[in-house]
Each structure stands twice: as C-alpha cells, then as structure tokens.
C-alpha cells in the first residue's frame, strides 16, 4: 500500500487542492504535515529538508522503505505546492512564520488507530521496530528526535514507521532525545502488562504523553523492582530526571560526553532495549468471549445462512475501499469482508480476543485487517491538545460497509443504550452511500433472555423487532433481510439515505 508515484517521476500536487494542516503534527516547528485531497505531504523548513537530503542519500535508510517498515515517502518537484501551504497561519500574530523549503509526499495509511486502541503483542510489534529502525540509524550517524508510539501505525498487522521527520543527524555524547517518550508510550505499558497483568489501553488513553516515571515507581516497590527492565527504566530513570530537572539540555550533553558517552554505547543500549522488551509478553486468561463460535448457540444452518448474507451483502456495488467490522470476536467475518475490501477494520472489546485475533492474522500474513481493542459503549474519544490532536472513534471511521453483526442486543440490553441511539450510531459509521448490515437478536433468543434476565422487568419495552425495523428505515432503504432458522435472529442490509 505504496503511493503510486514511489519510485517513479513525483507528479506535483494540483494547484486548486484543498490542504488543511494535519491536527496531531504541530509539536515540530520543523515540519508540518497536511493533506490535500488523498495526498499526505510533509511540509519541511531549511534545516528539516538538509536534514531529509543526506537521510534520503544515507545507506540505512532506502532500505527501510524499500522493505515498507518506513511509510512511502517522496520528494515533490520544486514550487509545486509551497505556494499553497499555509505558512505559520496557525500561529499568533507577531510569531516568525515558518519559511517551508521542501515538501514530502507520504503513503495514505488505510486507517489511523491509536496505542491505547492497540492488543499487547501490536504494542510490542510496534515498540521492536521503532527500535529495529533505531539501530539501524546509529551506526551511519542518524538518531530519531522522537519516541512516541504515536509515530507508528499499521498496513494490517505490519506496523510501520510514519514520521519522516523525527530523523535527524547524530551528534557524538547526545542521548537518545526519544528515550523518554518511548519509555512512556511504549516500555511502559508493556510493562505494566507483561510483569503485573493489567490492561494498559486506559492509562494511554488518559494522557496522551504516556505513563512518566513517578506513576511507574510505586507499582513497582519491593522485589518487583528486580523484575526484567524495571530498575533501571523505572527507577534509575525516574532518579536521573528528578536530578536533572533543573539542567539545560547542552550541560546534560556536556556531562555525557565528559563521561564517556559514545555512539557504541548507545547502540549497546538500544540493542539491551530490544532484547528487553522481545523478552516481555502477557497472555491474557481466556474469557467468554474467546470461544464464543462455539459457546453462541448457532445451528449450523444458521452459520451457512449469515455467511452467504453477509458475503451478498459485501458483493454489492462493487469492491468496497474501506469495512468495519464491529465486534469483530474471532474475525470470522473480518477476514470474509477482506475478501470483498481493500481494507478492514475489525473493532473487538475484549483485550484477550483481540490480542489472539492479531496474533493468528501475523502469523497468516494478513495486511488488509486492522485488529483494534475498544468498547463501542465507550470508544475512543478525540484527545490531546484541544481535543482535536488525536482524532477520535467516530471521526475516522467512515466505512463503504459497516458489520455489526450480534451487536446490537449487548449495546441496547447489556450497556442500556436506547435502541434509537444505537441505530443512529451504527448509521452514522455508514457513508454516503453506503451498507449497513446489521442483526437483531430478537428478545426471545436465548442470548438476549440470557442478558434480559440481570435486567428490572420491562425495562425494555421498545426492544422489539417492528420497532427496530423502523429505526433502520429512518435512516436509509432496507433493501434484503433474512431470518435465520433459528427463527431468534434477522439479519438486514441498509443503503445510508
């Protein structure tokens, strides 16, 4: 999933393109990144783009992109859009205004997630190689400026390496400046799964910079301190940073110099990282939820009939670019829709089954279904500065097809969500013309009585099938639907209005 020019003659940008700055990309001055249409250029200054040239011209790096662990990345023609990025407009009057003096054009990702929308072994996966490129970056004089998980993303279950612009130039007896931000974002929340078993996605969602150190030490008190990686990424660096904290960035540089601190030593170190976190891993205990094909009462008729429902479904109109599958459990239908779309996003609750579903797509090799943890009672708000700098759920999915398939009943029963608001929703995941195919568990199937039966009596009384139906066609043209034999669950496909 290259973009198309890589390689060949870089076509220029359209004059009349519509840029708009990318929300999450203001922390370097050096470089912005905007889109324009489907294009992702990055927008670099002066130094920024010198830096670009001899990253381009090196020997480590024309590798990693030949191999895809960095997304496609091409130089733009001279002039062919400077003219049209914003420069410095979102800075306050008075402000020097950035001078942009190259621009990059990046691979489209299928789907941008978030590390707290992440399985652990996705979270490993993309710390390894943020590493891996790291390593292969020191020994020819190149460091990342940056740490952050949120520097990588996914082609399916391959991470990849977006920020071009974190690469820059080493200088003998400097640190790696990322060090910290990789701590935070990615060492951290391994830890906190593989040595004490607890779910790492909140403590990630809750602070967009990651777990610091001082949250870190008291978890880690006693013989825990001993455990693989914790006394000297928890506590040692959580020492030195209390210590330095009233030290300039050059003096630390000066002391690390003065003690020896070389590029030997930090590939040293790195490499100690990698086998590190390679060593970290946490197997979640099964739940309900991980046998769930077996444990949810469909005959085998039932099976075969929502099968070839939904594979028709899929089929209509054509290839589809972009499918969410919600609650996605063992990604049975995942992979079905894969066969129909150019890329899947299959959305699951339960950290253990997804983390098992992402596990078993590596090892297939699948690239075009996207595992991601989170609760659609709750999914990923917009974060960050103002909210905007990490987009939420609902503002990048935006599917030719939406599944949900035995959702509807767990949100409308099990979470107490009024059916009308989870209609509205599942409708709002549908574009412009678009499907919707989703199921109804009727209150009488044995699922539904199950999750009824921990409810007040006649708390739900508009959960009912004529009901539903009218819902759906509020929203758009019912076009097919199907009553499985079980004669308990209907399955519909929904054209958007």
């Known amino acids: 999933m290259v973009i198309p020019?890589?390689?060949?003659?870089?076509?220029?940008?359209?004059?009349?393109?519509?840029?708009?700055?990318?929300?999450?990309s203001f922390r370097d001055p050096a470089n912005r990144v905007f889109h324009a249409g489907d294009d992702v250029l990055r927008a670099l200054d002066e130094t920024a783009a010198a830096h670009w040239r001899a990253l381009a011209g090196s020997t480590f790096f024309p590798p990693l992109l030949a191999a895809g662990k960095v997304c496609g990345t091409e130089e733009l023609p001279a002039g062919s859009v400077l003219s049209g990025l914003p420069a410095g407009s979102d800075l306050p009057a008075g402000s020097s205004r950035p001078a942009w003096a190259t621009v990059l054009r990046h691979e489209r990702i299928p789907f941008v997630s978030h590390p707290y929308e992440w399985s652990f072994a996705m979270l490993r996966d993309a710390a390894l190689l943020h590493l891996e490129i790291l390593r292969a970056a020191l020994p020819a004089g190149f460091t990342t400026k940056d740490g952050s998980?949120?520097?990588?993303?996914?082609?399916?279950?391959?991470?990849?390496?977006?920020?071009?612009?974190?690469?820059?130039?080493l200088r003998d007896g400097e640190p790696w400046a990322g060090y910290r931000q990789?701590?935070?974002?990615?060492?951290?929340?391994?830890?906190?799964?593989?040595?004490?078993?607890?779910?790492?996605?909140?403590?990630?969602?809750?602070?967009?910079?990651?777990?610091?150190?001082?949250q870190m030490g008291p978890l880690f008190r006693g013989t825990r301190r001993?455990?693989?990686?914790?006394?000297?990424?928890?506590?040692?660096?959580?020492?030195?940073?209390?210590?330095?904290?009233?030290?300039?960035?050059?003096?630390?540089?000066?002391?690390?110099?003065?003690?020896?601190?070389?590029?030997?030593?930090a590939q040293a170190t790195v490499r100690g990282m990698e086998k590190l976190v390679r060593r970290l891993d946490h197997q979640q205990p099964p739940t309900h939820w991980v046998d769930y094909q077996r444990t949810c009462g469909y005959s085998g008729d039932d099976r075969a009939g929502k099968e070839r429902f939904v594979s028709a479904a899929l089929g209509v109109a054509g290839r589809r670019r972009l499918v969410l599958d919600l609650g996605a459990n063992d990604g049975?239908?995942?992979?079905?829709?894969?066969?129909?779309?150019?890329?899947?996003?299959?959305?699951?609750?339960?950290?253990?089954?997804l983390d098992r579903l992402y596990r078993t797509l590596r090892g297939e090799g699948e690239r075009r279904v996207l595992p991601l943890v989170m609760d659609l009672a709750d999914p990923s708000p917009g974060g960050g500065w103002r909210g905007v700098e990490r987009a939420s759920f609902a503002a990048r999915a935006s599917a030719d097809t939406v599944l949900a398939l035995a959702l509807v009943h767990h949100l409308a029963i099990g979470r107490n969500v009024p059916l009308p608001e989870v209609v509205a929703c599942l409708a709002g995941f549908v574009a412009p013309g678009g499907r919707l195919v989703v199921e109804f568990v009727h209150p009488d199937d044995p699922m539904a009585a199950r999750l009824l039966a921990n409810k007040p009596d006649g708390i739900f009384p508009g959960y009912r099938r004529d009901a539903f139906e009218a819902l759906l066609a509020a929203h758009g043209t019912v076009e097919d639907r199907l009553e499985l034999p079980s004669g308990t669950r209907t399955l519909y496909r929904v054209a958007r209005s």
């Open 5 to 24: 020019d890589l390689g060949r003659s870089p076509a220029p940008v359209p004059p009349d393109a519509d840029l708009r700055a990318e929300p999450g």
């Open 149 to 169: 998980a949120y520097n990588l993303q996914w082609r399916g279950t391959e991470p990849v390496f977006i920020d071009v612009g974190s690469f820059a130039p």
């Open 182 to 214: 990789f701590c935070q974002t990615l060492l951290y929340p391994l830890l906190l799964g593989a040595h004490l078993g607890l779910a790492f996605q909140p403590w990630l969602r809750a602070q967009v910079d990651g777990i610091p150190p001082e």
């Open 226 to 265: 001993l455990l693989p990686g914790v006394l000297t990424h928890v506590h040692l660096h959580g020492s030195v940073q209390r210590r330095n904290a009233a030290t300039s960035t050059t003096d630390v540089r000066a002391q690390l110099r003065a003690a020896g601190y070389t590029r030997e030593l």
């Open 332 to 353: 049975r239908y995942a992979r079905l829709a894969a066969r129909h779309a150019d890329y899947v996003v299959a959305v699951e609750q339960d950290p253990a089954v």
